[in-house]
């Protein structure tokens, strides 16, 4: 991250409400062939939370990833500006993003903070701009 943009500073508390949520979202993930349950939490600037599961399909490759399905439960909420995402999954380790949950999330948040962990990890941290360097984004279309 570029020292003009500083990674926010978040308490325990909030980030760990957060991964609350998105344990919560993992719980209802629809995943029938990976067994893979993964939520996530879609902070809005005002702190309105949008919570996201994987949704899987027996054509496999139409499969949603629970950061899509957070991000587009968001837009459709009037949301387009975001503090930071929470990911948990039901797998021991911390997982991040796939390639293209990170490129729709950055069309809104090249920057947006991420929170991930496991089921029993610790919390690992991130940013868009470090999981996604050199994005190609709506700028580079004007
Ligand atoms: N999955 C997510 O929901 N988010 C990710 O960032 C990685 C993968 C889901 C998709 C699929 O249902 C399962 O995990 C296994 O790939």
Known sequence: MSASSPVP????????????????????????????????????????????????????????????????????????????????????HALFPCGACRQVLAEFAPDLPVFTQGRASEIARSTLAELLPKAFLPKDLR
Do not use: M
């Open 9 to 92: 500073q978040f308490s325990k508390d909030e980030i760990e409400d957060w991964l609350r949520v998105a344990h919560a979202a993992a719980q209802l993930a629809y995943s029938p062939y990976s067994n893979v349950r993964v939520g996530a939490a879609l902070v809005g600037a005002d702190g309105q939370v949008y919570s996201g599961c994987n949704v899987e399909n027996a054509s496999y490759g139409l499969t949603i990833c629970a950061e899509r399905s957070a991000i587009t439960r968001a837009i459709v909420s009037g949301e387009r500006r975001f503090r930071a995402i929470a990911i948990a999954t039901d797998r021991p």
